[in-house]
């Protein structure tokens, strides 16, 4: 299998998708795992192009066949990455897992767009600290013509291992950590990303997403930059201000996108922005509500706006 970085043809995803999907029926039949454990062994045949699972000559054979069609394929890596992305929901689906933390492919494009205004340094280093399947950080490093060190973390054993997976598949070199967001050591980052699951408030406990980005806060570097996809409703529960002042001791908040209300129906989302570095001028921040993605014009003049923000202090920065 060729995996190129042209842009995505439908008949190409579709036939990736459909390899997968047959031979994760076949294997069902012979194996009866689940879903998650079938993607396993079908990711471990293609990557071996070999059925290196124990299957006797007939399922060998029949398995071979569905992988020869795919084999010499120019795929490009957005053709893996969406084929592969619409397996595991079909995965979620079968297992009855909740996928509501699943993040749109619009949104990982458009965070790859911020961290170009942020640094023009051609290698860079990226925290996805929930990174759950690993679909928001394999979307942004496709979108970036940057040579990117990665890291990725979850607690949850098959996300780590679905991300692995799809990272062998994209031959994207990621190191994935199983183990909890609030424990994570690794430092001197540039960027961490994350799309925060929707967390229940409970006034006695202490709010996670607060944890969470406090603690990110400690891993970046200086001027590094925080990106993330929150709630609207993020800073309303931080009544005595004790998360924005201990934020602010050392970061500034210098982004905030509202999503368009099309995107989260349940509960909208926004896109926050943190840089390590304390700011003067604690209002200067763009603030924008992104129309729907589908709007060309005006969603091209919210980049205007967003473009003329970061130019704009580009200069003050100079003075």
Known sequence: ?????????????????????ESNNLLYEIFHK??????????????????ICDCDEEQTAKLNEIYDRIAGIDFSVE?????????????????????????????????????TKFTSDQKITILDPLCGTGNLLHTIVNHLDKDCKLYACDHDLWMTKLTKMVSDLLSIEVEVYLQDTLNLSIGQLDFIVF?????????????FPYQAILHYANLLKEEGVMIGIVGNDFFNYD????????????????GLVELP??????????????QKKKYEDKKNCFMVKLPSFTDV?????SLQYIEAWFEKNKKNKEK
Not at 43 to 50: G, Y
Not at 239 to 254: A, D, G, M, P, V
């Open 297 to 301: 014009k005006e969603f091209n003049t």
């Open 1 to 21: 299998m060729v995996i190129n970085m042209q842009e995505v043809k439908a008949d190409n995803l579709e036939l990736f998708y459909d390899c997968v999907d």
């Open 79 to 115: 053709d893996v990455r969406k084929a592969m992305q619409a397996i595991i929901l079909k995965g979620l689906k079968e297992m009855k897992i909740p996928n509501g933390n699943t993040t749109p492919d619009s949104l990982g494009i458009f965070i790859a767009y911020l961290i």
């Open 34 to 51: 689940s879903y998650f454990e079938l993607i396993e062994l079908t990711v471990q045949n293609i990557l071996a192009s070999d059925v």
């Open 195 to 207: 799309d925060l699951p929707n967390i229940l408030y409970e006034e006695k406990k202490d709010y």
């Open 239 to 254: 009544k005595n201000q004790n998360f924005k002042k201990e934020l602010l001791s050392t970061c500034s908040i210098i």
């Open 261 to 274: 209300d099309t995107m989260f129906v349940s509960k909208p989302k926004t896109i926050l922005v943190i």
